[in-house]
């Protein structure tokens, strides 16, 4: 039997490198040899504090879906043009006696060929944003027509930054706001609005066509419902555990309120495209780089610095 290094939370805010096994590689799988993976700090923040809903949550436990690597051994059903290709993974689950969730935190994984993306022409680096971009897109696309639109993102954090930069792309005068003056350092954007100190709705009085909300956080939306156009439209690009909004202002406006899961099929392509030719800049999101053999400072940096907007962990010495 196989066996790889990969990182395994086996209990709340506990996180570690060891050697776990692998399934044999089927007919229609790839063995990819992992190059760089990211920490995704929502998802992760939650696996490791325990609060994760989600079936796969039981410990011990393998995170990650922000997977690059080349493509080293190839099962009998898998076109031979395959090997040697650098790819995108979003997770796998080629484990024995440890939970993937999402599995793609590991020096070496197998997965169906079916489910990889061919970098053509992405920097590797840049790879591991494929999965974010795509739910940035998603949540876009979930908001309709935004010609001419005027868009509100909240938070800028990477999904954020990639949904002001995708709303950009589609004609949209966007505006976005944090409480984080180091992440709108970052940001790109028609109006850029700090509210660390004085809150939206003192700062403007547009109203806004389409609301994005990529904190996660119900304060942050409720803080800017007193701007939403009539007929407004609100998307939720975060995560909640339940939703908390004022019922009035939504009804005033005759709002809609829309959510976004991950990204839909052909996504990961649409926005590996736009990185290859170069519309949108992902690089400047990389904040940060650490190295797998020292993991557990890699997530102290992840998810408690307020710095980083994103970390890339290397794997290439292990």
């Known amino acids: 039997m196989e066996h790889t290094a990969a990182v395994v939370i086996s209990a709340v805010n506990t996180v570690a490198i060891k050697e776990v096994s692998l399934t044999a590689l089927a007919p229609h799988e790839v063995a990819v040899q992992t190059h760089y993976t990211s920490i995704s700090a929502g998802t992760e923040r939650m696996l490791m504090a325990g609060q994760m809903p989600h079936p796969m949550l039981q410990f011990p436990v ?22 040697g290709q650098m790819v995108y993974v979003g997770g796998a689950r080629c484990y024995e006696g440890v939970n993937p969730a999402w599995g793609g935190q590991a020096q070496r994984v197998h997965v169906d060929h079916r489910r990889v993306v061919s970098l053509d022409g992405v920097e590797p680096t840049h790879g591991v944003l494929l999965a974010l971009a795509a739910t940035a897109m998603h949540g876009i696309d979930v908001a309709g027509d935004l010609q001419d ?10 999904v954020g930054q990639l949904a002001a930069r995708i709303a950009v792309l589609r004609g949209a005068d966007v505006s ?13 954007a028609t109006t850029i609005y700090d509210v660390s100190e004085i809150p939206l709705t003192a700062q403007t009085s547009t109203p806004f066509d389409i609301i994005v909300e990529a904190s996660g ?25 339940e939703i908390r909004i004022p019922y009035m202002p939504l009804f005033l406006a005759q709002a809609k309120v829309l959510t976004a899961k991950e990204w839909a099929p052909g996504d990961l392509v649409r926005c590996r495209d ?27 940096i992840a998810l408690h610095d307020e710095r980083c907007l994103k970390l890339l962990l290397t794997w290439l010495s292990v």
Request: aromatic residues 4%; contains cysteine; hydrophobic residues 45%.
């Open 62 to 83: 393998i995170p990650g879906y922000e997977t690059v690597g080349q493509i080293c051994a190839a099962g009998t059903d898998v076109p031979a043009t395959m090997l």
């Open 149 to 158: 639109k005027r868009v509100l993102v909240i938070g800028q954090g990477p």
């Open 176 to 188: 976005v706001v944090d409480k984080n003056p180091l992440r709108l350092i970052h940001a790109q």
């Open 217 to 241: 956080s119900m304060g942050a939306l409720q803080s800017t419902l007193a701007r939403l156009a009539p007929h407004g439209v609100i998307v939720l690009l975060g995560y909640y555990d």
């Open 274 to 300: 736009l990185i290859a030719s170069g519309e949108l800049n992902v690089g400047a999101l990389l904040t940060h780089t650490g190295s797998i053999h020292d993991i557990q400072m890699a997530y102290d």
